[in-house]
C-alpha cells in the first residue's frame, strides 16, 4: 500500500458528531497519532492511513458506521454484511443491484437507486422519508466509498463519467477531483449521483471469500490505499 495525504477538513467531518456522543476529539487524534492542534491550520494535511484509521476509530466508538450523519444510526457490521451479499454476485450489475436491495430492506443511511438509460448506468442517492438534509461529507464518504468498493470487487478502475451533487460547491471543491478521480464535476443539480458506462455492468466480480475477509480486517485502509491508480488528494503527504 502507499499513503498518500488528506486534508485536514475531512478530520473536521469525521469528528463533526463525536462530542455530542461524549466522545474526547483530543484523545481520538492522539490514539491515530495525529496531533491535536493540526485541527487549527486550515493548510494541514494528514497522511490516508491517519485519516482511515480516524474514521475507522470514530465508527467504533459511536457505534455508527455513518458518523452521525443520518438517523437512525448504522448499526457496527452492517457494511460488511453488504460487502459480503455482493461478493456472492456474477458480475458488477449484479452487485449493485444488491447493493440498491439492501439499503431498501433497512432503510438507513442514504436511499440508492440505480437507472438505466441507453449507454448510461447511474447510482442515485437521495433520503428516507422525512430525513433531513445532511452535510455534504455523508455524500462524499458514501459516492467514493462505493465507488472504491466495486473497483475493487472488479479489480478494475471503474470510470465516473460525471458526478452530479445537489448542494452548492463546499469550501474544499477542489479536492473532489481526485476523490472522484478527475470525473466531470456539478453541484447544485437535482440529484447526487454518480453515472457511468453500462457496458462497465458486466464486469465479472473478481475477488474471493478470502480475499474479502483479509479486506474486511481494515476496510477504510484498503479503500483509500488500495492499488487503483488512485492519485493523491491533491499530493502526497508533506513532512
Known sequence: MQDFSIPVSFLHAVLRYAPDHGLDVEKLLQRCAVPP???????????????????????????????????????????????????????????LKRYCHFYGMIERGLRPQMFLEGNTASLRFSLWHEQVQPEPYVFEMVMFGLHRFASWLTRHNLKINQVTLNYAAPA??????????????????????????RDLLQKPVRQTQETLDAFL???????????????????RTRS
Request: with cysteine; hydrophobic share 40%; charged share 15%.
Open 37 to 95: 492542534k493540526i485541527l487549527l491550520d486550515e493548510s494541514a494535511r494528514v497522511s490516508a492511513r491517519q485519516y482511515a484509521d480516524l474514521q475507522t476509530l470514530v465508527m467504533r466508538e459511536m457505534g455508527d458506521e455513518m458518523l452521525g450523519y443520518t438517523q437512525p444510526p448504522m448499526k457496527l457490521g452492517t457494511g460488511a454484511a453488504l460487502s459480503h451479499w455482493m461478493l456472492h454476485t456474477r458480475n458488477l450489475g449484479q452487485a
Open 217 to 235: 480486517r481494515n476496510p477504510q485502509r484498503n479503500l483509500l490505499l488500495g492499488h487503483y491508480n488512485l492519485q493523491s488528494w491533491i499530493g
Open 172 to 197: 474544499h471543491a477542489r479536492e473532489y477531483r481526485a476523490i472522484f478521480l478527475g470525473a466531470p464535476l456539478t453541484f447544485s443539480g437535482q440529484h447526487c449521483e454518480l453515472q457511468f458506462n
